[in-house]
């Protein structure tokens, strides 16, 4: 399946583009003391990025401006950068004050919208949003390290360490952005999460993106079912069939149906029965219309009527009625029509 390229595909790598960015303009130093040290405010402005991208309750657009803003601002600065004070009062200080922000983001949503944790999403959003405040608390305790080691220690080593540590974190922040894990709660519990949510109804907007690849799974295999198999054609198929016939839960095949679809699992059958009623139409355009609710799997004539308004915006026999203008009915000469009675009767006068 081609992939279509979105805001979050942009996001994801935004961070990485930036560094890049930012060693290619950082200019060459010859002190090994302050390369080391640009590598570590370069790599800290990546981490500031990565806890900016939106969680599954934010707006993507939101966070493309702040993304943008700080990048732009990070690439400025990098070219007023002369020695270690500067490193210190253009990229350290500005990296804690942003994740400050972000922090004091999450502790609001947290204790001053109480509504927000009566959300169907809330586990999940509750755990997104500990998550990124965990990588904040790791950027805001890696500035103060660095301010520190800038004023103590004349050696490349320490900030070396620091390069590591902080290069973990931007990994661990890749990692996250990328699979939609919020890496502080281990993958089962994760996943049990993310079932309870979808087993409770919520929001199609809000299911993770690992949920969501699970969910194309089933709806590929409920569509194959309906090509090959054709169940809808019985007229008392129903959800739970199909759950007995997928071994899936019927929780999950109705959320893939809705999100696949835009239709509820009634409505999805009935326009598999209507697709199938058109193919019929057009193989012979002189079936009735109550032969051809039957044929599809309506119980009624009725029901099929209106589901063929609602999907194809006229009335089957008012697309009867086009098709046999179209493909006018065949003469048959009086010897086809003979009825075997017929043929009977003129034998024995013959005789």
């Keep these: 399946m081609k992939k279509i390229f979105t805001i979050h595909m942009a996001l994801r790598f935004t961070p990485i583009v930036l560094f890049v960015l930012l060693m290619l303009t950082g200019g060459v130093d010859t002190d090994a003391r302050l390369k080391v040290l640009k590598l570590c405010c370069y790599l800290l402005a990546a981490a500031v990025i990565y806890v900016s991208n939106p969680l599954t309750r934010e707006d993507a657009k939101t966070s493309a401006y702040m993304c943008a803003s700080v990048s732009v601002y990070y690439l400025t600065a990098n070219f007023f950068v002369a020695d270690a004070d500067d490193c210190v009062i253009l990229f350290l200080l500005p990296s804690a004050f942003i994740s400050a922000i972000i922090l004091s983001e999450w502790v609001y949503r947290k204790y001053k919208e109480p509504a927000s944790l009566f959300r169907k999403d809330a586990p999940w959003c509750s755990a997104e949003e500990d998550s990124r405040a965990l990588f904040n608390l790791d950027i805001m305790l890696f500035v103060p390290l660095l301010m520190f080691m800038n004023e103590k220690s004349q050696s490349p080593v320490p900030f070396i360490v620091a390069a590591v540590a902080i290069f973990i974190t931007d990994v661990f922040l890749h990692y996250r952005t990328l699979t939609g894990h919020t890496v502080i709660i281990r993958q089962k519990k994760e996943r049990r999460i993310q079932s309870i949510i979808i087993s409770n109804g919520n929001s199609l907007g809000s299911v993770p993106e690992v949920e969501t690849n699970i969910l194309n799974k089933i709806y590929n295999r409920v569509e194959q079912l309906m090509r090959d198999k054709k169940p809808y054609l019985n007229d008392k198929f129903t959800l739970v069939e199909m759950a007995d016939i997928l071994k899936v839960n019927k929780v999950y095949i109705s959320r893939a149906v809705n999100k696949y679809t835009n239709k509820n699992f009634r409505q999805y059958v009935n326009w598999h029965r209507v697709a199938y009623a058109v193919k019929m139409m057009r193989e012979d355009p002189y079936l009735k219309v109550i032969e051809l609710a039957f044929m599809s799997g309506f119980h009624s004539q009725v029901t099929f009527n209106m589901s063929f308004r ?42």
């Excluded at 609602?310 to 000469?333: N, Q, V």
């Design 310 to 351: 609602m999907f194809m915006d006229e009335a089957p026999s008012d697309m009867l009625t086009r098709l046999r203008l179209s493909k006018p009915r065949p003469a048959i000469s009086k010897i086809e029509v003979r009825m075997p009675r017929e043929e009977a009767l003129l034998s024995s006068q013959d005789e």
